[in-house]
């Protein structure tokens, strides 16, 4: 099995949730459940946030004029339906079924082209950044996949490759991540060399943004995404010590 891990970053006003996510810069949305068929697809969203950015959240996925996975740029058609299954002050879970047309496009269907059935999917949403992790049969035909997502994507989004590995290797003896990806390990660099991290900072994510030379909402992504990575090593690798002093 193969581990998949790439990036959409949208353009303002190509995706609904994108442009409430981006005006709510606290928000996120990650799939519970995800699946496809070459007709449809099904998926259950956690999505977090202040009342007033669940209330966009919700706007988004229930008034837009296409469906949020859809990839085209205009209404293409297609059936779909959205209920909120629960809600809270803070909490938002929303389930979403949508019925493609010939013209519509999205990431699962294009992966279930190229990449063969039985594709798991899970993605989480901040800002404008889309991730999602893949985990495929490797069978399939990895290039022709990213040239059709490209296609479809068109101006709307920027695509980043984050990681791809053998979902064996790609974890460490305890179950962790055994690396950041290129990105996040260049961004976390920077921050440390340029004093982010220090106290108090001596550089700011705006400017750290400007000397990389990317988007102010991508470098704050990949510091999030790396910090995160690397607190769930350290809590995990502490747990795998205790437990290896209290077997003695």
């Known amino acids: 099995m193969r581990e998949l891990v790439f990036a959409l970053e949208y353009e303002p006003g190509c995706n609904r949730v994108a442009d409430a996510l981006a005006d709510h810069s606290d928000a996120r949305v990650r799939s519970l459940s995800l699946h496809a068929t070459a007709e449809r697809l099904w998926r259950v969203d956690h999505a977090t946030g202040t009342p007033e950015a669940l209330d966009a959240i919700e ?6 004029d296409y469906y949020a996975d859809c990839l085209a740029t205009e ?15 803070d909490a938002l879970i ?12 999205s990431v699962p269907h294009i992966a279930r082209d190229h990449l063969g059935d039985g594709v798991l999917f899970e993605t989480r949403h901040e800002g404008r950044h889309y991730t999602w992790r893949l985990i495929h049969s ?16 068109g101006e709307c989004a920027q695509m980043e490759m984050l990681r791809t590995a053998d979902t064996t290797s790609a974890r460490g003896r305890d179950g962790t991540p055994s690396g950041l990806p290129p990105a996040q390990e260049a961004a976390l660099q920077a921050a440390v060399e340029h004093g982010y991290y220090e106290s108090p900072r001596e550089v700011d994510v705006g400017e ?7 988007p102010r ?23 795998v010590a ?3 002093l209290a077997s003695h």
């Open 59 to 64: 706007d988004a996925f229930l008034t837009g």
């Open 208 to 214: 750290l943004a400007e000397h990389l030379d990317v």
């Open 94 to 105: 929303l389930y979403s079924d949508w019925e493609r047309t010939p013209t519509c496009a």
């Open 138 to 153: 490797g069978e399939g035909d990895m290039a022709a996949f990213f040239d059709a997502l490209k296609v479809a994507v």
């Open 217 to 239: 909402s991508t470098l704050t992504y990949r510091l999030r995404r790396a910090e995160e990575q690397l607190a769930k090593q350290h809590v995990a690798g502490e747990r």
């Open 75 to 89: 209404d293409c058609g297609a059936t779909q339906t959205t209920r909120v299954l629960d809600r809270t002050d």
């Open 242 to 244: 205790e437990e290896r």
